[in-house]
């Protein structure tokens, strides 16, 4: 079996910088994913991320979401269910304009950090379109001006905790699908594996790593540039995700 993509950013700096730009093409036109080490987010800023998260999710959400399988008698499922996520979710716009001071019961710390990820995972998505720029031959800034529409591009932050499930075998955390945007940057936990897309006839882990970012081809890339896009699902019993 084929091993899933992981590269190191850092290797574009070195004399390894055309093999690795060989890794993302392949990684780009046989998988649509892969795996980003070195990639300039420092490493405490995501701890902060995670934490702050988490601590949202047990203060705010679990309760909600506690309801909301009771409402939906999903406690004890007999069959399987596939018209719902075992998912709770909750979804920041950044652009074309933020509606951040519209999600209730954010703190101020993490509404402040959120912001600041938001500008980071802007900066990192703009780098990786001109890396498959160069790898397409096409002018530097080409897909970024692609994405642009009359009031710039659509940018915004899905995030989402799949709670502890009583029966994984009965219902996804998240469902098979595509993704319609152009570039998705994953932050996924760390500890817990979940997260897998589909190859070749066979569903593979994406393999959690610490503090790394995962990069998925949304439908509107492979629409621009004819990259390999592809169906992924989370099968986790719990764990974060923010895309």
């Not at 046989?30 to 701890?47: R, S, T, V």
Request: glycine content about 6%.
């Amino acid at each position: 079996m084929a091993t899933f993509p992981v590269i190191n950013l850092e290797k574009l700096n070195s004399e390894e910088r055309a093999a690795t730009m060989e890794k993302i093409k392949d990684a780009c036109e046989n998988w649509g994913f892969f795996e980003l080490l070195n990639h300039g987010i420092p490493h405490d800023f995501l701890d902060t991320v995670e934490r702050l998260t988490k601590e949202h999710y047990k203060k705010c959400m679990e309760q909600r979401f506690k309801e909301l399988v009771a409402s939906k008698a999903l406690e004890g499922l007999q069959a399987e269910v596939t018209h719902m996520d075992w998912e709770s979710t909750f979804y920041l716009r950044h652009l074309p304009e933020s509606n951040m001071a519209e999600i209730p019961d954010l703190t101020d710390e993490y509404r402040k950090v959120m912001k600041e990820f938001s500008l980071k995972l802007e900066k990192l998505a703009e780098e990786l379109l001109d890396l498959l720029c160069e790898n397409l031959g096409l002018e530097k800034g080409y897909l970024k001006k692609a994405f642009y529409g009359a009031r710039g591009p659509t940018f915004g932050t899905k995030v989402s905790n799949y709670p502890p499930c009583p029966t994984p075998d009965k219902i996804k955390g998240l469902r098979a699908h595509t993704d319609a945007g152009g570039i998705i940057l994953l932050f996924q936990d760390a500890k817990v594996s979940g997260l897998q897309l589909l190859k070749d006839g066979e569903w593979i882990d994406v393999p959690p790593m610490r503090h790394s970012i995962v990069i998925n081809l949304g439908d509107q890339l492979e629409v621009c540039t004819q990259f390999h896009h592809i169906f992924s699902r989370i099968c986790f019993a719990f764990g974060s995700v923010l895309r």
